[in-house]
């Protein structure tokens, strides 16, 4: 069984930063961090793939950074320059596999439990 706990929510001002961490149970090949703000459909916001390889949504390109520790299997979202519309709560997931990383939610088999993110102005 696939275990993936997320950590690091928390309340910041606009401008602000924060850094979530995904422990995985197993190692796996593609990795990914989700979104769902109040009333809205989950999206995704950026993906990992194990050849280095990631992918990000556009509204937080330049801003956002995910990457893998792989000797401790934990993913991180280093979330800088945060906005009031980056208020969600942020998951985690991951696939076996996967030839490039993704950010469509249905791609992905594992999830985790979520972490609150809220940015106030």
């Known amino acids: 069984q696939v275990q993936l706990v997320e950590s690091g929510g928390g309340s910041v001002q606009a401008g602000g930063s924060l850094r979530l961490s995904c422990s995985a149970s197993?190692?796996?090949?593609?990795m990914g961090w989700f979104r769902q703000p109040p009333g809205k459909e989950r999206e995704g916001v950026a993906a990992?793939?194990?050849?280095?390889?990631?992918t990000y949504a556009d509204s937080v390109k330049g801003r956002f950074t995910i990457s893998k520790d792989n000797a401790d299997n934990v993913l991180y979202l280093q979330m800088n320059g945060l906005k009031p519309e980056d208020t969600a709560m942020y998951y985690c997931?991951?696939?076996?596999?996967?030839?490039?990383?993704?950010?469509?939610?249905?791609?992905?088999?594992?999830w985790g439990q979520g972490t609150q993110v809220t940015v106030s102005s």
């Open positions: 997931a991951s696939r076996f596999g996967g030839r490039v990383p993704s950010l469509r939610s249905n791609d992905y088999v594992f």
């Open positions: 197993v190692y796996l090949a593609s």
């Open positions: 990992w793939r194990n050849d280095g390889t990631t």
